[in-house]
């Protein structure tokens, strides 16, 4: 048999082998918006099977309100309802801040579990994991906020702003947190396991939510610490929702949250995608 007929009869037989396998024609790739919005259901799926992560978001918020309002705030204020206006927009801020870290810890398990892997073979654009995971995180982010604006109205919080207030406040609040999510799922890439995932990130969040203006006015603070309460980010964000929730926000405060929001995901983004690409 000469090659020419060796070659046709190889052709004939890969294209009976490929009718074989599939009988349709395969299916167009998945574009970037498309599989970012299967791997956000793939994080809405697993909240549904495990409803116990929502704990942070729900419980925790009503317990920190609770007890800083009706242990400190006779102490600190003078009254329980004056120190609740002051109070509510700090402890949102550090209740949404804190749980910004759950996108590093998710996407580490995926590493441990082997998950991580699979997801780079798929003929899919690759950040799409991390970014259906993070607008699930706005869900979250959302549903604290709101949970903690509904009972801070029982409790007797006024938001002299009104709903635009309120509502300009939750979105700096989403984009500041957003940004500050980066950071974790960079952690999330170096660390080895989950529990040193969150330890690192307890150990960097609880400095800066406590020594903060989220429960006590700055000038009451020792000058050596005033300075770094003045540059904390989350001192910036805590003034700018505040403003905003009491109808007193500038545009001064509004632009510091956003360029420290920027600066954040301009570092930690490509560097979260960096590693993500090459992480072996």
Do not use: C
Request: aromatic share 10%; proline share 5%.
């Amino acid at each position: 048999m000469t090659n020419t007929n060796k070659t046709n009869v190889q052709s004939g037989t890969d294209k009976q082998l490929r009718e074989a396998i599939a009988s349709t024609d395969r299916p167009a790739k998945p574009n970037p918006l498309s599989s970012s919005l299967t791997f956000a259901s793939r994080a809405l799926l697993r909240i549904k099977h495990v409803p116990e992560q929502l704990f942070d978001v729900t419980v925790f918020p009503v317990i920190f309100l609770l007890m800083f309002t009706y242990l400190f705030g006779g102490a600190i204020a003078g009254s329980t309802s004056e120190y609740l206006q002051f109070l509510l927009p700090g402890i949102l801020v550090m209740t949404v801040s804190q749980i910004t870290m759950y996108t590093g810890v998710d996407l580490n398990n995926d590493i441990t579990k082997g998950v991580f892997d699979r997801f780079r073979t798929l003929p899919i654009w690759l950040p799409s994991a991390l970014v259906g995971a993070l607008l699930v995180d706005t869900v979250r982010y959302t549903m604290a906020a709101t949970i903690m604006m509904v009972l801070g109205l029982i409790l007797g919080f006024r938001p002299e702003g009104g709903l635009a207030g309120v509502l300009g406040a939750l979105i700096l609040l989403l984009i500041f947190s957003f940004s500050l999510s980066w950071v974790w799922t960079t952690l999330g890439l170096i660390m080895r396991s989950e529990k040193s995932l969150m330890m690192a990130s307890m150990m960097v969040i609880f400095p800066l939510t406590f020594v903060s203006n989220v429960f006590v006015d700055p000038e009451t603070l020792p000058s050596w610490l005033q300075g770094f309460v003045d540059i904390n980010p989350i001192s910036l964000l805590v003034t700018g929702v505040r403003g905003s929730m009491h109808g007193a926000v500038t545009w001064e405060q509004v632009g510091w949250i956003l360029l420290a929001s920027a600066i954040i995901t301009a570092i930690f983004a490509p560097l979260t995608m960096y590693m993500y690409r090459n992480k072996k």
